[in-house]
């Protein structure tokens, strides 16, 4: 069983920055894509960035520009660097990575609140 273990989540003022973590438990250089995930109460789970193997990095509409997501095979983690935040950018922040046949692993989530 992978895990991933995430960290970097606080509380920030609008504009501010923070850079999340996640790191696997194994060697992520088979993971196919990789992604984070946030999810705000009451809510459905988004897709806030994706990066695919091979591929440049996506981003869903209302973060780009001002996030960034990467990868670090030898550290087996990937970051989510998340500059201007603002306040709707407050939600429980989630990484994803998948591997061929079906297997995907998710961290437990951490928590960014963006409040004046």
């Known amino acids: 069983q992978v895990q991933l273990v995430q960290s970097g989540g606080g509380s920030v003022q609008p504009g501010e920055s923070l850079r999340l973590s996640c790191v696997a438990s194994?060697?992520?250089?088979?993971?196919?894509?990789l992604a984070w995930y946030r999810q705000i109460p009451g809510k459905h789970r988004e897709i806030v960035a994706r990066i695919l193997d091979g591929g440049s990095p996506d981003y869903a509409s209302p973060v780009k520009g001002r996030f960034a997501i990467s990868r670090d095979n030898p550290k087996n983690a990937i970051y989510l660097q998340m500059n201007n935040l603002k306040v709707e950018d407050t939600a429980v922040y989630y990484c994803n990575m998948d591997w061929p046949g079906n297997l995907v692993f998710w961290g437990d989530g951490t928590q960014v609140t963006v409040s004046s």
């Open positions: 194994e060697s992520i250089s088979g993971a196919y894509a």
